[in-house]
């Protein structure tokens, strides 16, 4: 039967004890990772995109979102302190609904964190060539080495995101060979975002441009854009989703965090918390003083983000200090407003930050490979720990170079969407893991329960459900057809060759006791 693998739970849990990673994540360090990872290119460059989609409802769309992420954190929270392992919403699966659907989730976080990377890649690209390169450099990068050619429908004759591809790279590299003091570090870039944004806040709500008027009308599109279209506030939800993914990171942690029983919740609760009120109130605070109405095309909906027709809208005059137009967006509304020099320390800020959501979503990514290598159901090869630096050296570069090609040639509201789509689809599964481990191992000691889990995990399913048939109709499709080169994958090999169909219960692994993971915030290796 295609369903009848499925892990014991005790197995997973012994072959995590004996076989461990080191385990040195306190709360604050989670909080922080999560805070790191979570606030990224979501508000620093999709405010744009947002606001093409809903205009001022972009607010709306980021409680929406929110509120998506809120009760899939409970469920997370709750299997990811009663199984703290590495391998988040796959090893949940696979102790749930068995080998094949842990296949499939496994196989959709490759993809969502992989596709992320890229996008972030890209969204650093712009505040690299805005900020550094235009403002403090005065060197104009050609158009064709700033956007790929899928990027904006070709209009500004686009060849390739060069810095975009370049720091995918450099990350990759880094996340190789690693780095002292990551802890230190990670801290530090988590205070330079915060403080970027609170004062970004700060000057948006004090300044003698903020107006209620611009908040008129709130939904231009509506709340509902129409299936496959994107747009509206619920539209908006399914791509400004992105700004929240990351959190999951935390659970993906939990393996290597003190007491995971109690501070896995909090890490994942707190900084969900944290950054959603730090998003509404940014939101409001570029539209309140810049203004956020969308560009509408000929039959009264807002122009495709990323459409070769916005882009030739964005060039006109009357359009060039648009929100929407911003490749920049928070940057550009403080220089908009009078704020110039501040504007550029905003944009510094994210030059500075923004590697490290690259560099934890990567990590995300290998680490994901890594479990499901040491299941047997990916090559072991694959998995094979530097021996100087004590890191999957091979899974690390072929994701690495994957992330570049991506970030090189596409643009960042399409691999949002298009990561947005793995993401939901995980986030199910983990919903339903949570419904199958209430019933079948009901008695386990759980140290965080989720209150009325019976509502909270049925309401998680069909929140990501919504947000998924919101997304444009081509991100849609990719998900589909990811599964189905994944389902090829599996049959013609992964399950034959996995531990568990073979008999081996308990996977003894040889390289994960030297395996020094690269996880900002841990003190081992790697800077986030």
């Known amino acids: 039967m295609l369903l009848d693998r499925v892990k014991p739970l005790d197995a997973i849990l012994a072959t995590a004890e004996r076989k461990s990673l080191h385990r040195s994540l ?6 922080l990772l999560g805070i790191g990872s979570v606030i990224g290119t979501g508000i620093f460059v999709l405010t ?4 093409q989609k809903a205009g001022p409802g972009l607010m709306l769309a980021f409680i929406i979102a929110g509120a998506v992420c809120v009760v899939a954190a409970l469920c997370y929270a709750e299997i990811a302190s009663m199984i703290p392992v590495a391998g988040s919403a796959y090893t949940y699966s ?3 609904v068995g080998e094949l659907l842990a296949w499939t989730v496994g196989w959709a976080l490759i993809m969502e964190y992989a596709i992320a990377a890229a996008a972030v890649s890209v969204g650093w690209s712009g505040y690299f060539t805005g900020t550094i390169l235009e403002g403090f450099l005065h060197i104009d990068l050609p158009a064709w080495l700033r956007a790929g050619p899928l990027a904006l429908g070709g209009a500004e004759g686009g060849l390739i995101n060069l810095p975009a591809m370049v720091i995918a790279l450099l990350v990759t590299w880094l996340l190789i060979v690693g780095t002292s003091e990551s802890a230190k570090v990670n801290a530090v870039l988590v205070a330079i975002k915060i403080v970027a944004l609170t004062l970004f806040i700060a000057l948006t709500f004090t300044s003698s441009e903020f107006s209620a008027e611009r908040f ?7 709340v509902f854009g129409g299936f496959g279209t994107g747009v509206g506030a619920v539209g908006a939800a399914a791509t400004i989703f992105f700004a929240y ?3 999951d990171s935390v659970s993906t942690a939990a393996e290597e965090t003190k007491n995971p029983q109690r501070n896995v919740p909090i890490g994942l609760i707190g900084s969900l918390l944290i950054c959603t009120v730090f998003y509404i109130l940014v939101a409001a605070g570029a539209v309140g003083t810049l203004g956020g109405q969308p ?5 009264g909906t807002p122009l495709a983000a990323g459409s070769a027709e916005l882009a030739r809208q964005c060039a006109m005059p009357e359009y060039q200090e648009a929100l929407v137009c911003s490749n920049e967006a928070l940057a550009h ?3 908009t407003i009078g704020f110039g020099s501040i504007g550029n320390m905003l944009g510094v800020a994210a030059f500075l930050a923004l590697p490290s959501v690259i560099l934890v979503l990567l990590y995300g990514q290998t680490r994901i490979f890594f479990v499901m290598s040491r299941d047997g159901l990916l090559p072991e090869k694959l998995s094979t720990v530097h021996p100087k630096y004590k ?11 994957l992330v570049a090609v991506g970030a090189a040639f596409f643009p960042v509201g399409q691999l949002a969407d298009i990561s947005n789509a793995g993401t939901l689809y995980a986030f199910m599964w983990v919903a339903i893991a949570l419904l199958v481990l209430r019933k079948k191992d009901a008695h386990r000691p759980r140290h965080f329960r989720v209150p009325g889990a019976m509502i909270v995990a049925p309401l998680t399913i069909a929140g990501c459900v919504f947000l998924f048939f919101n997304l444009p109709t081509m991100a849609m499709l990719f998900l589909p057809i990811w599964g189905a080169i994944g389902l090829v994958i599996y049959f013609g090999y992964s399950r034959r060759t996995s531990h568990l169909g073979l008999g081996h219960v308990e996977v003894h692994e040889t390289e994960i006791d030297t395996l020094e993971p690269d996880l900002p915030g841990s003190g081992h290796h790697g800077e986030g």
């Not at 560009?295 to 039959?299: L, N, Q, R």
């Not at 050296?393 to 170079?401: D, M």
């Open 94 to 96: 696979y102790a749930s």
């Open 216 to 222: 008129n009308p709130f939904l231009p599109a509506g």
């Open 48 to 51: 744009a995109s947002g606001a």
């Open 333 to 335: 509304v403080l220089r």
């Open 391 to 401: 890191t999957p050296y091979i899974v690390t570069a072929i994701t690495g170079v």
């Open 26 to 31: 306190g709360a604050v360090q989670l909080t």
């Open 295 to 299: 560009i509408m095309g000929a039959d």
């Open 245 to 247: 993914v990351g959190f």
